[in-house]
């Protein structure tokens, strides 16, 4: 089965950047699309970004394109999320996720269990 951790999650002053990661096992990452999803205090969670199985295509929610940047790394079974110029508003848990495909409504394979970032001064 596969399975994710995240990690690379924190506290940032705004304006900041963080990087985050999600190490995939069980499977081999490179069959799935991958993406990752924020979860903000009293709200749903939301899709942030999403990337292709080969890393060709990749698509990001409108609060944080130009500001977040999706990646892979298929022989290290690896996906990332930089984040940069982090407003407080970006606070959340973050979860990466394997998807089938990167569309509207994704069937999700599997979560990780999320990895807290906290933009505050």
């Known amino acids: ?6 990690s690379g999650g924190g506290l940032v002053q705004p304006g900041g950047s963080l990087r985050l ?8 990452l490179d069959y ?3 993406g990752w999803f924020g979860q903000a205090p009293g709200k749903e969670r939301e899709e942030i970004s999403c990337i292709s199985s080969s890393g ?5 929610a ?3 394109k130009g500001r977040f940047t999706i990646s892979r790394d298929n ?6 999320l930089e984040m940069n110029s982090l407003k407080p508003e970006d606070t ?3 979860y990466c996720a394997a998807l089938r495909l990167c ?12 990895t807290q970032v906290t933009v505050s001064s």
């Open 32 to 34: 799935y699309a991958a």
């Open 62 to 64: 409108a609060s944080v």
């Open 103 to 114: 569309v509207l409504h994704p069937v999700i394979v599997s979560w990780g269990q999320g």
């Open 1 to 6: 089965q596969l399975q994710l951790v995240e």
């Open 56 to 60: 060709g295509s990749t698509n990001y």
């Open 75 to 80: 022989a290290k079974n690896l996906v990332y």
């Open 21 to 28: 990661s999600c190490a995939a096992s069980g499977l081999i």
């Open 92 to 94: 959340a848990v973050y």
